[in-house]
């Protein structure tokens, strides 16, 4: 899933990246089998052949797919800085985000900034806009989620660990997480479900310090993956 600002209108444009499963595709190959009698007897020039011709796809049992509402499209409209920094709240955009499974599945979600570098601040719970000066943005999952129709409850664990951390009923994403999905009770671990439903809340935080004076443009871009945990 792309994160998009368009320059022109200052939008925070998400493009749904499709959740592509790694699928591996056996080549066909000819295999040439001797018959029985013609090796026993070894007799020349008597060889019986027949083409084995071997294919099919191979591919994880609960493939599910990753889809965004709205067009994966946050719009901000045109926002000036005085508009921006007058409000008493936050101006942010909502995404519903869809999770659907051929069968009951445990997924994450990993996150990349394909802006990285770009943030005011270095820190991997933020994603950069394009330009240090103008500060940077927040992906938060406030829900409600819904697993399978039963209320959701997001976690996550650091990527390459095992351990998943603070279960709760909101979670800002990061470059260096993968999010999943629980349901009450004492347990923290990912739950299997066919159909799970959230909602990313899109948050700029902007500098007051920043150098524009004006108008600015938003320029971020992330991709949200799939994991098969």
């Known amino acids: 899933m792309l994160?998009?600002?368009?320059?022109?209108?200052?939008?925070?444009?998400?493009?749904?990246?499709?959740?592509?499963?790694?699928?591996?595709?056996?080549?066909s190959k000819k295999l040439c089998v001797l018959s029985a009698l013609a090796c026993a007897l070894s007799i020349p020039g008597v060889t019986v052949a027949a083409?084995?011709?071997v294919g099919g796809q191979i591919r994880p049992g609960g493939a599910c797919d990753i889809t965004l509402g709205n067009g994966g499209v946050a719009d901000f409209g045109n926002l000036s800085r005085k508009e921006f920094f007058s409000g008493p709240y936050a101006i942010t955009r909502k995404i519903p985000l869809t999770i659907n499974c051929q069968h009951r599945t445990?997924?994450?979600?990993d996150v990349i900034d394909n802006r990285k570098g770009?943030?005011?601040e270095a820190r991997w719970e933020v994603f950069g806009l394009g330009n240090r000066a103008i500060g940077y943005y927040d992906v938060i999952n406030f829900g409600p989620s819904q697993?399978?129709?039963?209320a959701g409850v997001p976690i996550w664990r650091v990527k390459g660990e095992t351990a998943w951390?603070?279960?709760?009923?909101?979670?800002?994403?990061?470059?260096?997480?993968?999010?999943s999905w629980d349901v009450s009770g004492p347990q923290s671990?990912?739950?299997?479900?066919?159909?799970?439903?959230?909602?990313?809340?899109?948050?700029?935080?902007?500098m007051k310090s920043s150098a524009f004076t004006d108008e600015f443009e938003l320029d971020g871009s992330a991709t949200l993956e799939l994991v098969y945990l």
């Open 165 to 179: 951390r603070e279960k709760g009923i909101f979670d800002t994403w990061g470059s260096n997480k993968t999010i």
């Open 147 to 150: 697993v399978d129709g039963v």
């Open 3 to 27: 994160v998009r600002v368009l320059p022109r209108y200052a939008l925070v444009h998400i493009i749904p990246h499709e959740s592509e499963i790694q699928m591996i595709q056996m080549i």
């Open 106 to 109: 445990k997924v994450g979600v």
């Open 189 to 206: 671990e990912p739950v299997a479900f066919k159909t799970l439903t959230d909602t990313l809340t899109i948050w700029p935080m902007l």
């Open 51 to 53: 083409d084995v011709s």
């Open 118 to 120: 770009t943030a005011s």
